[in-house]
């Protein structure tokens, strides 16, 4: 079992920064790729940006630019650079890990066996 905590979130007028951060414990040598989502209040949960296959960092197109994905493999956590947010940015932002090695497939939910409680960003205009 793999354990995720999300950190980080929190409240910024449009045009602020946050960092969001994942802790990932229990059999992280299990997990082959992780990325961010996030909810919007009534809509689905949708992939934000991955860390997958080959150490591939894809985005989707509506944060490419503004937002960064890291990993720390030695200490096991998971970081989202948010920069220039909008308040289109705003939901519940969650960490989500997968066994196997993710590349096309990455934005699918079900490819994630972990996931954590989430964070929540809000951002105002």
């Known amino acids: 079992q793999v354990q995720l905590v999300e950190s980080g979130g929190g409240s910024v007028e449009t045009g602020g920064s946050l960092r969001l951060s994942c802790a990932a414990s229990?059999?992280?040598?299990?997990?082959?790729?992780m990325a961010w989502f996030r909810q919007a209040s009534g809509k689905e949960r949708e992939a934000v940006a991955g860390?997958?296959?080959?150490?591939?960092?894809p985005y989707d197109d509506s944060v490419k630019g503004r937002f960064t994905i890291s990993k720390d493999n030695a200490n096991n956590f998971l970081y989202l650079q948010m920069n220039s947010l909008k308040p289109e940015d705003t939901a519940m932002y969650y960490c989500?890990?997968?066994?196997?090695?993710?590349?096309?497939?990455?934005?699918?939910?079900?490819?994630?066996?972990?996931w954590g409680q989430g964070t929540q960003v809000t951002v105002s205009s």
């Open positions: 989500a890990a997968a066994k196997g090695s993710l590349l096309l497939d990455w934005r699918l939910r079900d490819r994630y066996d972990y």
């Open positions: 229990g059999l992280t040598s299990s997990v082959g790729s």
């Open positions: 860390v997958v296959e080959a150490g591939l960092t």
